[in-house]
C-alpha cells in the first residue's frame, strides 16, 4: 500500500481518544489501495490488511483494518482472585 509521513495521532494527548470515518480507494492491487481518514484526507499509516465483503444471510457490508504499531493506552475492569498453591512434598530423608 502506498505510503505517506502523516501521524493520526499527533494532536491526541494520553488518554484521549480519536473515532474516525476512513475512506478505502483501490485500484484493485495492494499498491494501488490506501485507507484515507474522510475527516483530514490523510493516509492511514501501519495498514497491513483491508478486508471487505457482504455477509449474504444478513445483508450487511463488513470492514476490516489491520493495523500495526499501533499506540495505545489500555485500560480495562478486572475480576482478581486469589489461588493457594499446593504446597509441594520435602523430599523424604532429608
Do not use: F, Y
Not at 5 to 32: C, F, H, R, W, Y
Not at 37 to 53: A, C, F, P, Y
Amino acid at each position: 500500500m502506498a505510503k505517506k509521513e502523516t501521524d493520526q495521532t499527533a494532536d491526541l494527548k494520553p488518554g484521549q481518544e480519536q473515532a474516525i470515518m476512513v475512506k478505502i480507494v483501490s485500484n484493485g492491487t495492494a499498491q494501488g489501495t490506501k485507507i484515507v481518514d474522510i475527516n483530514t484526507g490523510k493516509e492511514l499509516q501501519g495498514v497491513v490488511s483491508v478486508r471487505w465483503g457482504v455477509d449474504a444471510k444478513n445483508q450487511l457490508g463488513i470492514c476490516s483494518v489491520d493495523l500495526v504499531n499501533v499506540p495505545v493506552d489500555l485500560k480495562t475492569a478486572a475480576q482478581v482472585r486469589k489461588h493457594e498453591m499446593p504446597q509441594t512434598p520435602k523430599p523424604k530423608g532429608n
